[in-house]
């Protein structure tokens, strides 16, 4: 009796394993297919390339945990550009001040995304598809600002132009 008890419990214990290992394969190619989550506060931000350097590619979350991250959503209609104007006359003194902050330009143009580093920290610079970006960071207007910590969570979304952006995003920083 007590050897009938003990297959019925290694068989039965057997099945749970078996159903364990293919409920977790499942569960886990099941969400492969699904699109990364979009940016918000709070969350990890997203990762792409950004450029590469003396034969090493880097990522976005290859800074995470060394500096604030502002990344810069541009295109070529007039916020944008005004946004850049901004950025030619105030960003030596705004970078010299806060030399922890990496922040990139992302232009978007027809078929392609210029990424370009500002700050002259990795001196990156890259185009790259559209498509690249477009599937994780996505908006329906320019310019976008997302301000990220040093552990790689969103702080803030600042949607469209403002002569105080730079403040603004300072104070994204220090809060």
Known sequence: MNKKIAVFTTTLLLCFIVYFIFSTISDSTEYADMPPAKPAPGNIAPSFILGMKESKIYELSDFYGDFFIVLAFLDLKKNSIMTKQLLEKDF??????????????????????????????????????????????????????????????????????????????????EG
């Open 92 to 173: 030596q003194d705004f970078s010299g001040k806060n030399p922890s902050i990496m922040w990139f330009n992302i232009t978007q143009r027809s078929e392609n995304v210029l990424i370009e580093e500002l700050s002259s920290l990795a001196g990156l610079k890259h185009t790259a598809p559209s498509r690249d970006i477009s599937a994780v960071y996505q908006f329906s207007r320019y310019p976008v600002f997302i301000v990220i910590d040093k552990k790689g969570i969103v702080r803030l979304i600042y949607d469209g132009f403002s002569p105080t952006l730079l403040n603004d995003i300072m104070y994204a920083v």
